[in-house]
């Protein structure tokens, strides 16, 4: 197991290159100029000058493709051309915001995802059946921006259960968790139900039935960790993603996560914040996968076997 | 170890970051995105400017309309031949750290800006003197020529006066730690969180009478409206796609506060090559177009139509004359005797934004109708202001809001060839030219007032824009908010007398 994740980590490597080499290109070829963004509407031209020296902008792509290299190498993300802080430092501060609220978000997604998947996979095409996936299949349709509005507007503004936006306690995180969470939650239950009728076609299950086991132990024991599979494997998927910033969920809620960081960065054309938040979204997406991997080997031994072999 | 740390302040700051926001000693305000930082010398945009002014002074302060005040200067007087500021400084006017503010401090603060995005400001100055003689309280700025609003410049966000024992300090960062006089304190800032600042108690001018200030970065429209609704904000710039509902509701009707803008919003058109070369081709567009219905069907009305740059409320602005009148017909007959009768294609650049959408396809029905077909090409901020700085639009649409209450601020900037050739729509004329040359170097004066109307009207005659309108800005307070007034500037606004009386919910 040791030598097949240090196999794993080793094989990230060329990802990560890729992943820097090209977003640099990317942001060379986008039009727009960070010096723009850093002078109001009144300046002269020495003043563009001189931010350009001290950015090294007039340096060739490639000399400034090395220097991000090396500076990596060092552990330096570089420094925001905007605020002048070190990416590394502001990656790190929003960095507990985004993941509570990914975790949150994934929670909400496991409990209601699972169980909505379980139950409906008990009595197909029944009523109960008919209607979950039909508001399985609204929340894999509905806009995430618009769930979340409506649940302010409800929840809070008319409702007053919970405040709209901000951070500072659980209070703060139910509404975006539950508009986060909602999408993942409707693949999830969709997934878990379409498995779990294929399981329960299976003949161990019905050995179980027939040695008479009562029937919340042959779903609960024998038929569901059977479906873990494609189900770690949606939530090692979407884990990853929320990881990277909900720029949406961020902006409704008032969120200071990481992709409202991205996205300002791309619009102010920060290229160090782009490049550092690209990077973080890269090794994020690679930790859930790799944690995704070492969940296969607990919910099925045969897939640690087969890797010995 | 660093590292560790950083979390640690995030995570500490997701779970303890907000108080109750019923508090009736904190002020509770909204911005849609966070500020650049607290060097005031990097201030660029209204929304740093406005925080520098709540932990910064300067040496004057704007008023509540276009007068300039005394602020960490007591007084001033200009020379005879117009170069040379002699100030004399507040004694006891004293930094948060207990410092006072000396005339070193302002030298230092001053020349900061030669080095900044803001060395604009700066350019004007030949020289500044500290004058040791009278006890370190007194400081001469010489210009390197005549320039009436130069006063107005010491009143900007960019030449707030900083502490310079702090700013020189090895290690000190101005961007995330403030060192000024201003009526607030900063306490703690979360990056697109929230600011929390506490009222200096020994403002010079009197502290704030509430004990805290917290503005929260909330960037979506709709959520800052609904932390209004439940009580969470205290003041909030009502969107303009909501306004409606807000001015027809009678619950808030009584609680809505107006303000004309210093602002022109226009549609520049690159004067530089055909079609716009053309006076002719300029003032059809302007009469092409019936901008009242525009701006009462799209904008809601917030606004005033506009028959020239300056703005109502400045001196300069002429209310005799009248705009171009919506006049299809003189439109057609002009583009007929400039050539092109048929009329002709080109590109409308705007930044994104959903109003403005509406507002330029309204536009472009309209000049559908005298067969100019428009393309609207819709970009980003950064390239569209990029791709207006290379002259590259045929005709964009922005808008421009006052640095300081002067009409020069609408002049020079916009018009004067020196700016508009390299970074705007590629206007020139010299006539203009040296009347806003002859307006910079003039003391106030009725008859510079006059020189500003002239050249407005030559400017509205030459219509290197499509002249729209000046905007109306609406801000509504909660009922237990006491003592609010709204300022012409953005950064007059210090919230000193804003109290709160929770039992009028």
């Not at chain 1, 094989?11 to 820097?20: A, D, F, H, K, S």
């Not at chain 1, 420094?79 to 975790?103: E, H, I, K, Y």
């Not at chain 2, 779970?15 to 010398?41: E, V």
């Amino acid at each position: 197991m040791g030598s097949y994740f240090i196999k794993r980590i080793f094989q990230t490597i060329p990802v990560i290159l890729g992943v820097i080499t090209l977003t640099f290109i990317l942001m060379y070829i986008v039009p727009g100029d960070p010096v723009m963004s850093m002078v109001g509407e009144r300046y002269d031209e020495a003043t563009i000058q001189k931010l350009r020296e001290e950015l090294h902008l007039d340096d060739p792509i490639w000399m400034q493709y090395f220097r991000f290299l090396g500076n990596l190498l060092h552990g330096d993300l570089g420094r925001s051309f905007v605020t002048f802080n070190p990416v590394l430092d502001d990656l790190l501060t929003r960095f507990p915001f985004t993941l509570t609220l990914a975790l949150s978000a994934m929670i909400v997604s496991i409990l209601i995802g699972l169980s909505v998947g379980i139950l409906s996979s008990l009595k197909p095409n029944s009523l109960l059946d008919r209607g979950t996936m039909m508001f399985a299949l609204a929340g894999i349709s509905a806009p995430v921006f618009w769930v979340g509005l409506l649940l302010i507007l409800y929840v809070s503004v008319y409702l007053k259960w919970l405040p709209p936006t901000g951070y500072g306690g659980i209070e703060y995180l139910i509404l975006p968790a539950i508009t986060l969470g909602t999408r993942s939650a409707a693949f999830l239950a969709r997934m878990t139900r379409a498995t779990m009728l294929d399981v329960l076609q299976q003949d161990y299950i019905r050995t179980a039935r027939a040695k008479g086991l009562p029937e919340w132990k042959v779903i609960l024991k024998h038929a569901f960790p059977n479906t873990l599979i494609p189900v770690i494997t949606i939530i090692g998927v979407d884990f990853g993603s929320y990881l990277s910033g909900a720029v949406l969920t961020e902006s409704i809620f008032g969120w200071p996560g990481i992709g409202r960081f991205a996205l300002d960065a791309i619009l102010k054309r920060d290229f160090p914040v782009i490049q550092g938040t690209v990077l973080f979204t890269a090794l994020m997406f690679i930790s859930a996968n790799l944690i995704v991997d070492l969940f296969y080997g607990v919910v099925d031994p045969r897939i640690r076997f087969e890797r010995k072999q | 170890m660093k590292t560790k740390r950083l979390i640690l302040a995030g995570f500490f700051s997701l779970f303890m970051g907000c108080s109750n926001n019923l508090d009736p000693d904190t002020l509770f305000l909204s911005q849609a995105s966070d500020i650049k930082g607290f060097d005031p010398t990097q201030s660029v945009d209204v929304r740093t400017g406005q925080t520098i002014a709540l932990v910064y002074d300067n040496m004057v302060h704007f008023g509540n309309s276009t007068e300039i005040v005394p602020g960490i200067a007591k007084s001033w007087r200009l020379s005879s031949d117009q170069l040379t500021y002699t100030f004399e400084l507040h004694r006891k006017f004293r930094f948060h750290d207990g410092t006072e503010i000396t005339a070193g401090d302002v030298k230092f603060s001053l020349e900061r800006l030669s080095n900044s995005p803001n060395a604009w400001l700066f350019s004007r100055i030949d020289k500044i003197t500290l004058l040791e003689d009278e006890g370190g309280f007194s400081v001469q700025i010489t210009l390197k020529e005549p320039f009436s609003p130069f006063i107005q410049f010491l009143a900007m966000p960019a030449t707030a006066i900083v502490n310079k024992s702090i700013a020189k300090a090895k290690d000190n960062d101005l961007r995330n730690k403030p060192a000024g006089s201003g009526p607030w304190q900063l306490v703690e800032w979360v990056r697109d969180g929230h600011m929390l600042f506490s009222a200096n108690p020994d403002y010079f001018y009197g502290s704030p009478k509430l004990s805290h200030l917290k503005v929260r970065i909330i960037s979506e429209e709709m959520t800052r409206s609904a932390e209004f609704e439940t009580g969470r904000l205290d003041i909030i710039d009502i969107p303009q796609s909501e306004f409606k509902m807000w001015i027809t509701d009678p619950k808030w009707t009584d609680l809505i506060f107006s303000q004309n803008e210093l602002s022109i919003y226009y549609i520049g058109l690159n004067c530089s090559r055909p079609p716009f070369n053309d006076v002719r081709v300029r003032q059809a567009m302007n009469y092409a177009a019936d901008r009242e219905k525009i701006l009462k069907f799209v904008l809601s009305g917030q606004g005033n139509i506009s028959h020239g740059v300056i703005p109502p409320g400045l001196p300069g602005f002429d209310d005799t004359l009248h705009p171009y009148p919506y006049n299809p017909q003189k439109a057609r007959q002009l583009l007929s005797e400039a050539g092109y009768p048929n009329g002709f294609t080109m590109e409308l650049w705007q930044s994104q934004a959903s109003e403005l959408a509406q507002v330029m396809e309204a536009f472009q029905s309209y000049w559908k109708s005298i067969g100019i077909d428009v393309k609207i090409v819709k970009n980003d901020w950064n390239i569209f202001k990029t791709a207006v700085k290379e002259g590259k639009p045929d005709a964009y649409y922005l808008d421009w809001y006052a640095d300081y209450p002067d009409g020069e601020n609408f002049l020079f900037p916009l018009f004067h060839s020196s700016e508009s050739m390299i970074r705007r729509n590629r206007y020139s004329s010299p006539i203009v030219d040296s009347l806003i040359e002859r307006i910079q170097s003039m003391s106030d004066s009725p008859e510079r007032t006059n020189l500003i109307s002239t050249v407005d009207k030559i400017i509205y005659q030459d219509a290197p824009w499509v002249f729209l309108w000046h905007s109306t800005s609406y801000i509504v307070s909660q009922p237990w908010i006491q003592g609010y007034s709204t300022t012409l500037m953005f950064n007059a606004q210090k919230y000193l007398s804003v109290t709160k009386e929770l039992s009028r919910q």
